[in-house]
């Protein structure tokens, strides 16, 4: 696994501003077969993929973020096969929580049949900007507590969202994740029986680090928890 520093990170400012483009250009005819072929292979071996609208960034600064709202399977097919970032340019946004509780900062395992970053350890949660309600404006920490129900079980209630912290890219797959920090004031025990009792599937276990500082070479931890934690902790 790459380390944290050959993720591009942009540091962000703590009001930085997520404005949307119009629609993305059409696709060329060769580059839209390759692209359904992908989308068709996909969903022959997981049947529940929905092509809703994701969020793909054209410019990312301190101080500002611009995208457009995209089709999943475009995301997906360029996940499949890197190539076509030369013809797509798609930088799909994602969410990545930084779970702090008074025990400690809480990871989970990725499930090993995940499509993306499988078996290893992120903070949580973790998912793609998704259009739950049409192409509206972004708001990342409504984004992030729609990510904390679905795979942690918890409610806006209790938890905490601060700032977004900064954004981290895959250079394989081009996914930037916003790494956004949030507290939680439960015990880690109480967070992982609501997990185990109202979360999803995304994670194979959960588990609290005490110090986090442990993490800093840790070769099966995404670099953007990594990030995350060494802007945090002195």
């Known amino acids: 696994m790459m380390a944290a520093t050959e993720w ?42 929905y092509n809703g609208r994701v969020f793909c960034a054209t410019e990312i600064a301190p101080d500002r973020i611009a995208g457009r709202w995209t089709e999943y399977r475009l995301a997906l097919a360029q996940m499949l096969d890197p190539d ?10 994602a969410v990545n929580g930084l779970m702090r509780t008074p025990d400690g900062i809480v990871l989970g395992r990725r499930a090993a049949k995940a499509i993306y970053q499988p078996d290893l350890r992120q903070s949580v949660p973790a998912g793609s900007i998704e259009s739950r309600n049409g192409d ?32 981290c ?23 992982h029986d609501i997990w185990q009792r109202h979360g999803n599937d995304e994670y194979d276990a959960l588990e609290c680090i005490a110090h986090p500082l442990s993490l800093h070479d840790a070769t099966d931890v995404v670099p953007t928890t990594r990030a995350m934690i060494g802007r945090l902790t002195p």
């Open 8 to 49: 591009p990170v942009v540091e962000l400012h703590p009001d930085v501003s997520v404005a949307t483009l119009d629609d993305s250009p059409a696709l060329d005819a060769d580059t839209a077969a390759h692209v359904a072929a992908l989308w068709e292979r996909a969903r022959a071996a997981r049947p529940s993929l």
């Open 169 to 191: 890219e895959h250079p394989g797959t081009h996914i930037v994740d916003i790494g956004i920090p949030f507290d939680c004031a439960l015990p880690f025990t109480t967070v």
């Open 84 to 93: 076509l970032f030369e013809v797509l340019q798609l930088r799909p946004l």
């Open 136 to 167: 509206r404006p972004v708001d990342l920490a409504a984004q992030l507590a729609a990510e904390i129900e679905e795979e942690l079980g918890l409610s806006a209630r209790d938890v905490v969202i601060h700032a977004p912290l900064l954004t």
